[in-house]
Structure formats: C-alpha cells, structure tokens
C-alpha cells in the first residue's frame, strides 16, 4: 500500500483567480525581447493606475526617442502606437484605439496608396493628448488619495517625511504644488500624535523639509508599539486550555445532574431545517429576506424638497474625488449614500449584489448593481457610495454621514433653502 501523500490539502475546485487586464499586460510584457518593454509601466484608464501616468508618459517619450535615434531621427504614427499598446489597457487602449484611427486613415488616399508624407508623427502630440486625457481627471485625486492613506505608524520622522517625498515625485508638479496646501494638511494630519506639536504651523513642502526630527520622539514612538505585542507564552496558552476544559467538563456534569434528578429538558426543534440539533432562533440556513434600502422621501414629496415628516431637509455643497462640486442632500432616514452615474462612470466602479430601492411609502423606485468608494474632500474622509439616479440631487447622503452635520467644519456650504439648485449652470452661479 502507497504512504499517504502529507502534502495533500482536500479536494479544491474553486477555480483560479481570473488576472486583471493590467497583470495580463504584464505577463504579456515579460515575455518581449525589449528590456524596456518588460518592465513598462501600465494605465487602465481608472483611478487604480492614475498614479502611473507620468511614469507611463516618460516610458513611451524614452522609447519614442531610442526609436527615432535608430531611424535618422524620425518616428511614424504606427510605431508610437506600437509602442503606447504595450502600457495602454482598458478604457486606456480605448483612448489609443480612438485617437490614432482617424489619423492612420488620413495615411492613405483615395486610391488605398498609403501616403508616406504623413507618416511621420512628433511623440509630444501623442502624449499631450494622452496627459490631457487622464491627467485632470484623475491624476490630482490620486495625489491626494495616495497622501491621504500614508501614515506615521512606528517610522521614524526622517523616513516619513522619504516616503512622503517619493510619492509626491510620482506625480505631476502642476498637481502637487496646485493642492499644497491640502496635501500639507494631510501630512500633518497623518504624523503620531507627538509630532503634531511640532508639524501643527507647517505650511508648505519647504516647511517640511526644514523640520528638524526628535529622536528623543523617534525612540518613544517605536518603545510604545513594541510595548503592545504581547510576548507569547506557551505555559499560559496551556493552563487557559486546561482551565476551559475543565470548566467545560463541570458543566457537562452539571447538566447531566439536572436531568437525573428528574428535572425534563424541553427537546429542540428548528422550523427551518427540521432538525432537533438547535432552536429555530440559533438557526444559520434561516432564510434571509432580500436586501433594500428604503428613502425617507417618496417621489411626490421630493420635488418640494421636504421629507416624510414634512419637515425641511438640509443640502450642502460637496466636492467628492474625480468631480467638480455637486449639490448634495441630506437624508438622516435613508440606509444608504447613492450618486449619479454619470458623474462616476470615468473611475473605477465596483459590482455588488442586487440590492432594490424603495421610497418612503413602499414603493419601488430602481435596483443598484455597482458601488464606488470617493474621497469627500472637505471632509478627508472615504464614503461608499451606489450609482442610482434616484433624486434630482446629484450626490444623496445618508444618516451615517447626516448624523456629523452638527460636527462639520466651517469649510462646509450649505444651501439655503430658498434656492432651488436643479441645473448645472445654477450650480456653477454658486461660486
């Protein structure tokens, strides 16, 4: 008889992880005989590679440039294309796919003889449109998103002010020195808490750079999170083990008395599964009913802007990550946050399950599929929101966010309620 295999885990038929686009690309890169090719950066044209833009621009001008030097300085509308497919997928290659067509149909005549006076393409005409393309929309929020989830933690001030430095040198200096002060106030923002005396009157990158580090500071941040990992101790995991065995086996006995001294124990019985394993109330299958969420505004009371109750709803100014500012509305009885679907369709949205919408008198308004997660900036704050054009209000805050409005900061507009914010123009007439 075979030893039996120690290696073997069960029986695992879930099936691979599918790769993304960009982890194919690069699969796809490894394999070329260009050493500049195999290590090119990749954009997907969503806000998960923004951050790769300038890398991806200065990859394609560097191997635009080796190209020409090899060709007696010229370079063709075909090769630049070439070239921007290996860093381009997605919505990204779309783009490509886009702006290069026409172009490449003007090359021919009418006869289908390729003219060869326009072939010839300058690589800055590419990558400026393709820095126009991607760089407002989503390059300067990925800034700050970056800045924003960068923390202190247990480094020493030197090395958090490097790591600092190397993501700022990541992007754009038109983005970085555009939000400044907003990326200050995250740095500062994300310090241990005995820095923040220290770094509170900063005002700009220089004034970072000329902060002097405490090692005095250093060595006390870096003593206080060794001193929560508790050391493991084998004699102490043995006694709690031997004590709750114990515990365990006088309880047994305790219950096992109970029954013999004639005392009947009730028989248990579950309605869901028709076991006598557990009660219907500790039941794990117990069918669940289907999720929705349900608004405090039906469609008839939304338009006079009040809510069920009749009482006056409160709306303020918004300017969440990748859009310009928005109007918002504020619900305290609604379950969830939603925003328009246009106004996210450029970033990087997720699916979810089904889950149904219903206004305040029960009825059936729309079904959301997709959710996003956006940085409200005046907030510095992530919020999950569902893409459902469900209000005439671009952006539907919910009572997780409405319980803070007392909490909100003095940057935050509201709108009067003497105005009834309905068009983009009235919108932009705000500021």
């Known amino acids: 008889m075979a030893p039996p295999n120690?290696?073997?885990?069960g029986n695992n038929n879930s099936p691979p992880k599918e790769l993304s686009m960009v982890e194919k690309q690069q699969k796809k890169n490894a394999d070329s005989s260009d050493p500049t090719e195999r290590v090119a950066a990749i954009l997907d044209g969503t806000s998960s590679t923004s951050s790769m833009l300038e890398l991806v621009i200065s990859q394609i001008k560097t191997r635009?440039?080796?190209?020409?030097?090899?060709?007696?300085?010229?370079?063709?509308?075909?090769?630049?294309?070439?070239?921007?497919?290996?860093h381009?997928?997605?919505?990204?290659?779309s783009w490509l796919d886009t702006f290069m067509r026409p172009k490449i149909e003007q090359l021919f005549d009418e006869e289908g003889q390729m003219v060869k006076a326009k072939l010839p393409m300058r690589p800055e005409v590419f990558l400026d449109a393709l820095r126009t393309e991607y760089h407002e929309e989503q390059s300067k929020f990925g800034l700050s998103l970056e800045v924003g989830s960068y923390f202190q933690k247990n480094q020493s001030f030197d090395r958090y002010r490097s790591g600092f430095?190397?993501?700022?040198?990541?992007?754009?200096?038109?983005?970085?020195?555009?939000?400044?002060?907003?990326?200050?106030?995250?740095?500062?923002?994300?310090?241990?808490?005995?820095?923040?005396?220290?770094?509170?009157?900063?005002?700009?990158?220089?004034?970072?750079?000329?902060?002097?580090?405490?090692?005095?500071i250093d060595a006390m941040v870096q003593s206080s999170a060794k001193s929560f990992r508790?050391?493991?101790?084998?004699n102490n995991y043995r006694n709690n083990n031997n004590n709750n065995h114990n515990n365990n086996n006088n309880n047994n006995n305790n219950n096992r008395n109970r029954n013999n001294n004639g005392n009947r124990s009730q028989?248990?019985?579950?309605?869901?599964?028709?076991?006598?394993?557990h009660w219907t109330r500790e039941c794990r299958s117990k069918k669940k009913g289907d999720p929705k969420f349900v608004l405090s505004f039906s469609n008839s009371t939304l338009k006079f802007n009040v809510n069920v109750k009749g009482l006056k709803v409160e709306r303020l100014w918004v300017t969440l990550q990748g859009m310009s500012r928005q109007p918002a509305l504020l619900d305290s009885a609604c379950e969830a946050n939603f925003v328009h679907t246009s106004l996210v369709k450029h970033l990087d949205v997720h699916q979810c399950s089904p889950i149904a919408v219903?206004?305040?008198?029960?009825?059936?308004?729309?079904?959301?599929?997709?959710?996003i997660s956006l940085i409200w900036q005046e907030m510095?704050?992530?919020?999950?929101?569902?893409?459902?054009?469900?209000?005439?209000y671009p952006v539907v805050l919910g009572a997780e966010i409405s319980t803070l409005f007392r909490k909100y900061p003095d940057n935050i507009h509201v709108i009067p309620m003497n105005i009834d914010v309905l068009t983009p123009d009235q919108i932009t007439n705000q500021f």
């Not at 510095?380 to 005439?392: E, G, P, V, Y």
Request: glycine residues 2%.
């Open 6 to 9: 120690k290696k073997f885990r």
């Open 64 to 86: 635009c440039y080796r190209y020409a030097a090899k060709h007696n300085g010229v370079i063709g509308i075909l090769e630049i294309q070439a070239i921007a497919s290996s």
């Open 88 to 93: 381009l997928v997605g919505s990204a290659a």
């Open 165 to 216: 430095r190397t993501i700022l040198a990541k992007y754009a200096q038109p983005d970085t020195m555009e939000q400044e002060p907003f990326i200050v106030k995250l740095f500062r923002r994300n310090t241990n808490l005995e820095y923040h005396p220290i770094v509170a009157n900063i005002k700009t990158y220089k004034d970072i750079d000329e902060i002097v580090p405490r090692p005095e």
């Open 230 to 234: 508790k050391p493991f101790n084998n």
């Open 267 to 277: 028989s248990k019985w579950c309605h869901s599964c028709k076991t006598k394993t």
């Open 358 to 371: 219903y206004s305040a008198d029960n009825s059936f308004m729309a079904t959301i599929t997709q959710y």
């Open 380 to 392: 510095n704050m992530t919020i999950k929101f569902f893409l459902a054009d469900i209000s005439k």
